[in-house]
């Protein structure tokens, strides 16, 4: 049974590179198999580029820099993972104030991997309960929250998973939070 999440619009947000392409792409194609629109979103604009681990894969576009972006026009956020994306992300204001204000919105947050750095850094994990790849646990637990080694955790408005291998699973509650 496909979801339908017509008329959703979903803010990927990422660095200018270093992106986990599989975290990217899959979540991309089941937005838009479940009808729903997904945007790129990164700090600059121009091209983000994707990796296969540690090999250069495909470019992708920007639709709109995070510094234009406004939380409103989204329904939810999805923040992809590898290593040196949300290692990035975390060190760039504007995006992890856009992070911060998404995520105090309520709408849904999903992030998967190392994704959960950008969450740590926006200071937003307080009481909550998540996963992530397992290197991030101390600080994520040194961030008041709790990690435990899941497929995948929703605790609100926030879903989390460990690695590509969890992808069907996360992308299964990230269309069920938009439907």
Do not use: Y
């Amino acid at each position: 049974m496909t979801q339908d999440i017509s008329g959703k619009i979903v803010a990927f947000l990422t660095a200018t590179e270093g992106i986990e392409q599989v975290e990217l792409t899959e979540p991309w194609k089941a937005v838009q198999e479940a009808g729903g629109t997904p945007r790129l979103l990164a700090p600059e604009d121009g091209q983000v580029q994707a990796f296969n681990h540690l090999d250069k894969a495909d470019s992708f576009d920007v639709d709109v820099t995070v510094g234009e972006a406004k939380p409103g026009d989204f329904d939810m956020l999805v923040l992809p993972g590898g290593v040196a994306n949300p290692d990035a992300l975390r060190m760039d204001k504007t995006a992890v104030d856009f992070i911060r204000n998404f995520f105090e919105s309520g709408k849904p947050v999903a992030a998967i991997c190392h994704a959960p750095w950008s969450l740590v850094e926006a200071g937003v994990l307080n009481g909550r309960t998540l996963t992530s790849w397992p290197s991030l646990q101390t600080d994520i637990r040194n961030a008041g929250a709790t990690w435990v080694d899941e497929e995948v955790v929703v605790d609100g408005n926030l879903i989390t998973s460990r690695k590509p291998d969890d992808l069907p699973a996360f992308n299964n509650k990230l269309l069920e939070a938009l439907s």
